[in-house]
């Protein structure tokens, strides 16, 4: 684990402990020639488009990927939340959220009761190692998320990570 | 016309959960890269997918770029009666897809 | 079947073990299994000690240090394992580095980190983690001590793997704590050298590879061997991206040896009992390709194509501060140039190689790679198993430059393994594939101008590269405004002080791959600028060195520039007298995290033959972890660099690349070198990269020198084209 990929974690990580408001943090500039796309962003960064404020639990999601990529543009993602999806208690939004692509939100899925899982699969394409995260919106307004960090192992060449 | 394979488990009783998997052939061009002339292919993504079993919608995706070219979706559904599956879906251009399936149940 | 104990030896050292840890295992193993799955992972020998992922410790003193990324000769498998050592207050002499493999990596779910040779970036990305490493075992060391003696830790020294009661004077051996330790937890935070303490990261350590290479039995890809392997060679289509559209092998396939000939889609592939009957077979398959509509491309139209992307009104712009066209008008005086840098093959000296044995849904891969994990994920994939199913055997690597992080050839391997599934097969491609295959530096067109108001100060600089884009083709990245940043490097990120800058970029690509050659962006576009900033001090009336000097700002940045420079041009003794017909020509840059300059010493005779008489050459690398192994990655990115300088260009004719072999893509010869002399000049407080940034300031410094002495600019490589050869 090499200090860009600790700093990344260290910024996804810090104070998004359940229940608090997230603060603002500053998304961190990449010199042009190592980030070919762009800004890494944050998590806060991420969500804060979709959430607006609200405050987001890491917990009942889960993804399942594979941790090495070997080809960016198709990369199988799956995500599971644990819900009864019943008509009082049910996952009503899956976000897929990017942390390094031009366009951060991937997908959204609109799901309901008549689901009965709150499980979704798809193929993404990842420009270059990153972290993924998933972002449920609950029936009563909560959201729930985790994330995941996939190497693209192609795109080794221009990663700083 | 582009096309959609949808698929099921064969038997399916009522109240059984299903898993039901999609493929919708479309490039979902990004606008990002160009071909082998120079030319930018022009962005050409695939804006919405919804699937109706029968009147009712049970499934609604919104892609972006950042999701494969051919896109692939897989969601489950709880079993009632038999109805007519219908996946429909819009592109950037303005081209609208359709795939009809029986969703038999027992 | 018997195990041949030859294949074995050989078995082991690929895949690394130890010969006495093997044969207490071996019992336990039937005849005829593989020999790569049924070993058992040797972290887990119980007598082995591991203190963590990193450090191994056996009870003789051997000290087994793991090595995560690959080694094709530029030294890393020697440097970073002496960081790990320097913390580890480890002896050298009692060290044996072992590779840690991408199966381990996927095992430990990461725990060594990225795993990739490529961008310079070993030493300075994993620097900080292995001294960790180092350090924490060392004080695991320590504590065991400690509580062994129950006196505090403070009380006791680490040196040279011993562990001494200062007051007492008693002492263990790592060897006799090691079991202790490993049992200790792992301190939460570890105190780090002072760089001024080290006594290991700074000296010319003898590479740990160089004796097995000099007495031939160090296995590179291309000496894999396995009992009952097959030999593949292969051909792709001599137009890039097209297709098999028939083939016929009835004149080979009944021959002695050919096993099977295998249509694979977009290649060909002779699988026979030995290569030469493969590769020879191969030339008598006749295949009908479909090239598309690719089949008329040539460099005359490619350079039309970038020609017109000079033209084109839509740019990305990677830098636009100030305003130049305004200062562009008011100048005193406008310098313009053009400056044209050819496509490049790699020309490894070992071409792509690598060796697949898919048996069930087990795979195991033997592949020249500069990137391990990658070979795994694509593998796995390519077969269709699971990547934890997937064992990438190190090997060293024959030369990789770039070539050998994309994973073309591992997939055309796999996918000959599947068709003979059971059976390893080592596919090797020729020469002749290898240069037409290749993935190619980017051809670049590259346009100056620059305005200089009355007293010679720039005040203007525009520059336009109109080229492909690696990153947009190879890796399919979407790049951000446009613009891919290795077209435009050392361009956007110039250190000089000038108020008014463009950078911008016209993305031109072409049917020709393109991918990372050594160096990259900086193996050619420090050419374009630093000879353009010669014309500009000529224009100015000034001294080179003195010129840029005089433009470099006064911040933290530029002082390692100026630093660099002055140090090199100090060696090089600039502006003392020359013998008549000498001349010098300088240059200087940044590239991967280094500052780096040149000097070149040349004459050129009335038979246009350039003599090179000194190359001065020098490197700020930050911290210089083993300086022997600093000039060798000079001397050898000399070589690398004056062959494409002098003799490097690949040539499209009715979409094919019209070289071959090397007697038409010449390489150097050993009585053509010059003396180099390496200047390294470590400045401290940052890690900068070395294998690469090495070769960036050359062509300039070259070109600048060979143009004082013909009195002409030279704007475009290779030199041959404009009749100049290199003198023996």
Redesign the interface.
């Given at each position: 684990m090499n200090v860009d990929s600790w700093l990344r974690r260290k910024s996804l990580k810090s104070l998004l402990l359940a229940g608090m408001t997230l603060p603002w943090l500053m998304g961190r500039d990449a010199l042009a020639q190592r980030m070919n796309s762009g800004l890494l962003l944050t998590l806060e960064d991420m969500v804060q488009p979709i959430v607006k404020g609200a405050k987001i639990f890491k917990k009942d999601v889960q993804i399942e990927a594979p941790i090495l990529a070997d080809n960016g543009s198709l990369v199988p993602l799956e995500v599971q939340v644990q819900s009864p999806m019943s008509t009082e208690n049910y996952v009503t939004h899956i976000y897929l959220l990017s942390q390094r692509n031009p366009v951060t939100q991937m997908a959204m899925f609109q799901l309901g009761p008549w689901n009965a899982r709150a499980n979704v699969s798809t193929r993404v394409r990842l420009a270059g190692t990153q972290e993924v995260v998933a972002l449920a919106r609950l029936s009563n307004g909560e959201f729930c998320y985790n994330q995941m960090e996939i190497i693209v192992t192609e795109s080794a060449c221009v990663d700083a990570s | 016309m582009m096309s959609a394979r949808v698929q099921w488990p064969e038997k399916v009783r009522a109240d059984d959960?299903v898993k039901v998997r999609m493929l919708i052939q479309h490039p979902m061009d990004?606008g990002?890269?160009?071909d082998?002339t120079?030319k930018v292919v022009p962005r050409n993504i695939i804006r919405t997918v919804t699937c109706h079993?029968g009147k009712?919608e049970?499934?609604?995706?919104?892609?972006?770029?950042?999701?494969?070219?051919n896109?692939?979706?897989?969601?489950?559904?709880?079993a009632t009666v038999t109805a007519e599956f219908k996946i429909e879906w819009t592109d950037d251009k303005g081209m609208t897809g359709q795939h009809l399936q029986i969703f038999n149940v027992t | 079947m018997n195990s041949n104990p030859i294949t074995i030896q050989q078995a082991i050292e690929n895949v690394g073990l130890d010969r006495r840890h093997f044969l207490k295992v071996s019992g336990t193993a039937s005849a005829g299994m593989s020999l790569g799955f049924f070993l058992p992972e040797r972290a887990q020998a119980a007598d082995t000690p591991q203190l963590n992922v990193w450090v191994e410790i056996e009870a003789n003193d051997t000290i087994v240090i793991r090595y995560a990324r690959a080694e094709m000769g530029q030294g890393s498998m020697t440097s970073a394992p002496m960081i790990i050592a320097e913390e580890l207050d480890a002896d050298w002499k009692k060290v044996r580095v072992e590779y840690a493999t991408a199966h381990d990596n996927l095992r430990t779910k990461r725990a060594y980190g990225d795993m990739a040779s490529v961008g310079s970036r070993t030493i300075r990305n994993s620097q900080e983690y292995l001294r960790k490493a180092g350090a924490t075992a060392r004080e695991m060391l320590v504590a065991a001590a400690a509580q062994k003696w129950n006196v505090p830790a403070s009380e006791c020294k680490a040196v040279l793997s011993k562990v001494t009661h200062t007051a007492s004077k008693r002492s263990f051996t790592y060897g006799q704590l090691a079991a202790d330790a490993a049992r200790l937890e792992a301190p939460k935070t570890v105190q780090l050298k002072d760089p001024k303490n080290w006594t290991i990261i700074g000296k010319s350590i003898p590479r740990v590879d160089i004796p097995d290479i000099v007495v031939g039995k160090r296995q590179y890809g291309i000496d894999t061997q396995l009992p009952g392997m097959l030999h593949a060679a292969v051909a792709a289509c001599p137009v890039f991206n097209g297709k098999v559209k028939s083939l016929d092998a009835s004149k080979v396939e009944n021959r002695r040896g050919i096993v099977k000939v295998l249509n694979l889609g977009d290649f060909v592939a002779v699988v026979a009992d030995n290569w030469w009957r493969a590769k020879e077979a191969l030339r008598e398959v006749s295949v009908e390709w479909d090239v598309g509509e690719h089949g008329t491309l040539s460099s005359a139209n490619i350079m039309a194509h970038f020609k017109a992307g000079m033209e084109q009104t839509e740019l990305a712009v990677a830098r636009n501060d100030g305003n130049t066209s305004e200062a562009f008008s008011k100048a005193a005086k406008v310098v313009e140039a053009d400056y044209f840098t050819p496509y490049l093959a790699h020309a490894t000296m070992e071409p792509m190689v690598c060796t697949a044995w898919l048996q069930g849904d087990k795979l195991e891969v033997w592949s020249s790679t500069q990137n391990p994990e990658a070979t795994l994920a694509v593998s796995a994939a390519t077969a269709g198993v699971p990547q934890s199913n997937v064992k990438v055997h190190p090997v060293q690597l024959g030369g990789g430059l770039g070539r050998k992080s994309p994973q073309d050839f591992t997939r055309q391997a796999v996918m000959i393994a599947k068709a003979m599934a059971g059976k390893p097969v080592k596919m090797l491609w020729t020469r002749e594939e290898e240069i037409q295959h290749g993935l190619y530096r980017p051809a670049s067109l590259m346009r100056f101008k620059a305005g200089l108001n009355a007293n010679g100060k720039v005040d203007a600089l525009h520059i336009r590269v109109s080229a492909p884009s690696i990153l947009a083709t190879l890796l399919k990245l979407p790049l951000p405004k446009g613009v891919d940043g290795q077209a435009v490097a050392c361009f956007n990120d110039h250190p000089y002080d000038i108020p008014n800058n463009l950078v911008d970029y016209a993305q031109r690509n072409t049917n020709v791959p393109v991918g990372f050659w050594r160096t990259v962006g900086h193996s050619q576009n420090p050419f374009g600028r630093e000879c353009f900033i010669d014309e500009l001090a000529l224009a100015a009336g000034k001294d080179p060195v003195a010129f840029r000097l005089d433009m470099l700002p006064n911040n933290e940045k530029s002082k390692r520039d100026r630093g660099i420079l002055e140090a090199v041009t100090k060696a090089a003794g600039w502006g003392s007298q020359l013998p008549n017909g000498v001349f010098r020509g300088v240059a200087e840059t940044e590239g991967y995290g280094s500052w780096t300059a040149c000097v070149c010493e040349v004459s050129v005779n009335a038979k246009n033959e350039v003599k090179i008489h000194r190359v001065v050459i020098g490197i700020d690398p930050g911290y210089a972890v083993n300086p022997d192994n600093i000039v060798a990655q000079f001397q050898g990115s000399v070589v690398h660099g004056l062959t494409a300088i002098f003799w490097g260009e690949n040539t499209i004719k009715e979409g094919r690349v019209e070289q071959s072999n090397f007697h038409d893509y010449r390489m150097m010869r050993l009585n053509e070198m010059p003396k180099v002399e390496v200047v390294i000049a470590p400045t401290g407080g940052f890690w900068g990269g070395v294998g690469e940034p090495a070769q960036a300031p050359l062509a300039p410094a070259l070109v600048n020198a060979i143009s004082a002495a013909m009195g002409k600019r030279i704007r475009s490589l290779p030199l041959k084209n404009h009749g100049l050869t290199l003198k023996a």
């Open positions: - | 959960i990004t990002y890269l160009q082998l120079g079993l009712q049970v499934f609604r995706v919104e892609p972006s770029s950042g999701i494969s070219a896109p692939f979706f897989e969601f489950y559904i709880r | -």
